[in-house]
């Protein structure tokens, strides 16, 4: 299983970017989908989940509110619509995927991990 994520870039405060992460080899539609960040000499932190019908999401407090996740099961992809950016939201974006529909957020809980966009938010 291979995940790619793309869509980052320099975004000025307040604005808006959507990141997408597409998903080849394994059963797609079947995974919970876990958006993950990490900012320059943090831990990477747990951003927020979908399930494999899109119908359940969960974000974490500082994004809840400007950040939605979605899924198209059709073209194997889930997405990361940031809004409302803020200079402290700068880190490398993650994608990961679920293959055993756990409910724990934590990132061992997830088996497949992309390589990562990054997102630049400026102040």
């Known amino acids: 299983v291979q995940l790619q994520a793309y869509g980052g870039g320099l975004v000025q405060a307040g604005g808006s970017l959507r990141l997408s992460c597409l998903v080849s080899g394994g059963t797609f539609s079947s995974y919970r989908m876990g958006w993950f960040r990490q900012a320059p000499g943090k831990e990477r932190e747990f951003v927020g989940t979908v399930r494999w019908s899109g119908s359940s999401t969960y974000y974490a407090d500082s994004v809840k509110g400007r950040f939605t996740i979605s899924r198209d099961n059709a073209k194997n992809t889930v997405f990361l619509q940031m809004n409302s950016l803020k200079p402290e939201d700068t880190a490398v974006y993650y994608c990961?995927?679920?293959?055993?529909?756990?409910?724990?957020?934590?990132?061992?809980?997830?088996?497949?991990w992309g390589r990562g966009t990054q997102v630049t938010v400026s102040s």
């Open positions: 990961a995927a679920d293959s055993r529909a756990r409910t724990l957020l934590r990132e061992s809980a997830f088996d497949f």
